[in-house]
């Protein structure tokens, strides 16, 4: 039987555990702590992440990351992003060079502005076997065994077929996908989009400027993404415009409801003291600004919600300047990469 071992007990690593045990798999969960492990292992409930999921009996918890991915053949990093150079670094020395690394945390290293995965082979080597878990998949939502589709990508055909197979169940459908960078970016990128979202409800504006923002949004999303060579068809899957709308629609997201608080005249600093939880959207608005000019492409509502983040602009003064950009089409020529299919 296949071991999973998962990096990271938030809510997203703990429901992940919870529904890889309850398919059946050997599972071992990873939390930073040993007290925060013998709290797990004693009430089999993440009440801090994701309270009302019963961890099953079957979930191994520790505090020793080396016990954790012990004959392991597929390790799960589900960490805030800024962790992730970190986790690999500690695992190095001990993982075999075959276990399959997947990572499940969205956004872009700050200072290098790369890609989970590219940090993961930066660490690890380049022929490390490395997937990307992405899709509009809420931890709460999965821990409750609510059905959910996701989608996995690597470079090796092979490897992503592994990772359906441990992966897929009942409540879990997993689709596989050739392109990395597209699957990454889309990502990553929602979540800037979904602060948008937020924002826009916290000004109580209506059901016609979210649907535009989520519409524009995603154009800029896949515009950055086809520049930095993801694939446009990937935008329209389950990592595109699947993940955008369940983050930009929910309360569970949190980058929606910090973009909520920050419409509703918090700031930034006031909204990221009060919660308990790592809002992506912030940090990858950092790093998407940088990107968009390294790459050259226009991306105006991720501009401005940058500046409402970093800049203090105020919020509704934002939505002014890009209802008032100049005149542009709405479908525009994208240049296609390579064909990357396998």
Known sequence: MRKISILGAGGWGTALATSFAKNGRKVSLWTRTEESAKNLNKVRENIKYLPGAIIPANVEITSSIDKCIAESEIVVIVTPSSAVRVICEKIKNTIPKETIIVTASKGFEQNSLLRMSEVIQ???????????????????????????????????????????????????????????VGVETGGALKNIIALGAGISDGLEFGDNTKSALLTRGLTEIARLGVAMGGEKMTFA?????????????????????????????????????????VVEGVKTAKSVNHLAEKYGVEMPISKQIYKVLFEDKDPKEAVTDLMLRGKTKEIEEVVMPQDGNW
């Open 237 to 277: 899957g389950l990592s595109g415009i699947g993940d955008l709308v369940a983050t930009c629609t929910s309360q569970h997201s949190r980058n929606w409801r910090a973009g909520n608080l920050l419409g509703q005249g918090k700031s930034l600093e006031e909204i990221l003291s009060e919660t308990n939880m």
């Open 122 to 180: 930066d660490v690890l080597g380049e022929n490390h076997p490395v997937a990307v878990l992405s899709g509009p998949n809420h931890a709460e939502e999965v821990g409750k065994d609510i059905p959910t589709a996701t989608v996995v990508a690597a470079k090796q055909k092979e490897v992503a077929e592994a990772v359906q197979d441990a992966f897929m169940g009942p409540k879990l459908r997993v689709y596989t996908n050739p392109d990395v």
